[in-house]
């Protein structure tokens, strides 16, 4: 049986004060949840937010560390720094982090590498553009994806992997993909983790990211390889963020 999660990103969102009482709304609500949740807010309010989960069954997760373990490299935020301070994942190679910040495959393959030796849980995002997929490139760029990452490593901690298929085209648009455009992709996914890793890769979690919104998420948590999803706008609303868990 595969985990369910569903996880919150919420980027360049909320300063203190309104980091703590969001993650407080939704420890309040008392709910037994049906799956793994992770929230993930920004660097500064790390410390403080894993403080108030820790007798909570939310996990937190930072949005990006660095590929170097430390040294001289300004603003930059290590694994060992992350870990110290309770964090528990990392998401790695998020469309925004590829794209307007140049994270190259070699960047993703270090910043991979350096987690999993360092046994942290990490949300690795794979997906295509607009343009790709209307050439009807997707699976190409996603098998690219990973072998030119996460594949080429010799060794890499599966338990602690969970992929995130994010198309681009879907992410912060409204858009979400159907549910067959999912299904499709997240199967196609766990073809490649099969061939790569053979029958140990059966318990990685696929979870899907891209406009998931109360409406939608059932529907698309229903898909057979879908096991929970990676939330961004919907995230910063208490109230949408937890039935997007209850749908699960
Ligand atoms: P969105 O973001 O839910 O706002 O589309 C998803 C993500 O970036 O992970």
Known sequence: ????????????????????ELVKEIIQTNKLFGCEVYISPSFPFLNEISSICELTPIKVIAQNVSEKSQGAFTGEVSVDMLKS??????????????????????????????????????????????ELREKGKQNEVIENQL??????????????LVIAYEPVWAIGTGKNAS???????????????????????DSIPIVYGGSLKPDNSKNIFSCPDVDGGL??????????????????
């Not at 067959?180 to 890769?201: A, D």
């Open 231 to 248: 939330v961004g706008g919907a995230s910063l609303n208490p109230k949408a963020f937890l039935d997007i868990i209850s749908s699960i």
């Open 147 to 160: 072998n030119n990452t996460l594949f080429d490593l010799p060794d890499f901690n599966l338990d602690k």
């Open 85 to 130: 301070i309770g964090v528990d994942g990392i998401i790695v190679g998020h469309s925004e982090r590829r794209k307007i910040y140049g994270e190259n495959d070699e960047v993703l393959r270090m910043k991979l590498d350096n987690c999993s030796k360092n046994n942290l849980e990490v949300f690795f995002c794979i997906g295509e553009t607009l």
């Open 179 to 201: 549910s067959e455009q999912v299904q499709e992709m997240h199967q196609y996914i766990r073809t490649l983790l099969n061939l790569r890793y053979g029958k140990s890769s």
């Open 1 to 20: 049986m595969r985990r369910k999660i569903v996880a919150g990103n919420w980027k360049m969102n909320k300063d203190m004060k309104g980091s703590v």
